[in-house]
């Protein structure tokens, strides 16, 4: 049996969103990549799905390669290639599925931008100043940025919380990460002091009746877009100097840096961060050493 790509597709995608529960961003990124190579390989009729090979994805992902494709595109599209086909042959698409033995680089473990504690620091301080003004959006984007540092979450997750989701008695976020999973994550006094001018001061300015229980509002009452937080983060670290230009995932790496470089178990930080590896965990376990070697080379006198 055998249907036509984007019929395929679509139901691909329907079963990644629904049955898997991927995010947003991983359907729309193994969507695109499953679309390429069925465009590259001309599987645009009937029975051509089925046709594929081996050699066929060996080839698309050679020519990527070729094009100079990162990495870590090249290992996300043969994970997006191994996810169709194996889909695909589980639902009577193809006879046998192609994908079996496809191998693609490993991600290189390259050290991710961080922030200095201390320009870390400077950047709330940023944030702090610029919502004395006491403009709602400002106000917004202190919160959102405290948010992001104090615990670690995703862009998307803290775009995803709601009022409720909130404790600022105990001082704990209820988030909703990768595949629906639940975490509770605590935060600081700083991010209480925030989020409580957020929501005296700011939210009840911008609210309207469509916001419904979201806790971040742009101007016009709709739940914040991760773009806006993005855009406000680079806006306020311009005003800090030396600054690496990161966002808001950078704020993530520096939360997560931090807090093992303050003497944070290791899985801990990974339940923190909601990783389902400790290994994803560990590259920031790398990051703090990188810094322990520089800070050596500069103070011992014998290094």
């Not at 050290?111 to 940023?126: F, H, I, K, T, Y």
């Not at 229980?213 to 806006?228: C, H, I, K, S, W």
Request: one cysteine or more; aromatic letters at 4%.
């Amino acid at each position: 049996m055998s249907v036509d790509p984007p019929e395929v597709l679509s139901a691909f995608e329907r079963h990644l969103r629904s049955e898997r529960g991927r995010s947003e961003h991983t359907v729309r990124a193994y969507t695109r990549d499953v679309a390429a190579f069925l465009e590259a390989v001309g599987a645009t009729d009937e029975g051509a799905v089925g046709a594929v090979t081996l050699a066929d994805l060996r080839g698309w992902l050679g020519t990527l390669a070729r094009r100079g494709v990162a990495r870590s595109t090249l290992a996300r599209t043969a994970a997006s290639l191994r996810a169709f086909f194996r889909w695909c042959e589980r639902t009577g698409r193809v006879a046998e599925d192609p994908s079996l033995r496809l191998a693609a680089p490993k991600r290189q473990r390259t050290l991710p931008p961080v922030l200095a504690q201390r320009s870390a620091a400077a950047l709330l301080q940023v944030a702090a100043v610029a919502a004395d003004d006491d403009d709602p959006l400002h106000l917004r984007d202190r919160a959102a940025l405290e948010l992001l540092y104090a615990t670690g979450i995703r862009v998307a997750e803290l775009a995803g919380l709601d009022v409720d989701d909130v404790d600022l008695g105990e001082c704990v976020l209820r988030v909703v990460g990768k595949g629906d999973k639940e975490r509770r994550v605590p935060f600081g006094a700083p991010a209480r002091d925030a989020v409580t001018d957020w929501l005296a001061r700011g939210r009840p300015r911008v609210v309207r009746p469509e916001s419904g229980p979201a806790l971040l509002l742009g101007r016009r009452g709709r739940r914040v877009d991760p773009r806006q937080v993005r855009e406000a983060l680079h806006r306020l670290l311009a005003h800090v100097e030396d600054a690496p230009d990161i966002g808001p995932h950078g704020l993530r790496h520096s939360a997560a840096t931090h807090l093992l470089e303050g003497g944070a178990d290791l899985r801990m930080v990974q339940e923190l961060l909601g990783h389902a590896s400790l290994a994803t965990t560990q590259i920031y376990t790398h990051v703090s050493v990188d810094r322990l070697k520089r800070s050596y080379a500069q103070a011992h006198p014998r290094a």
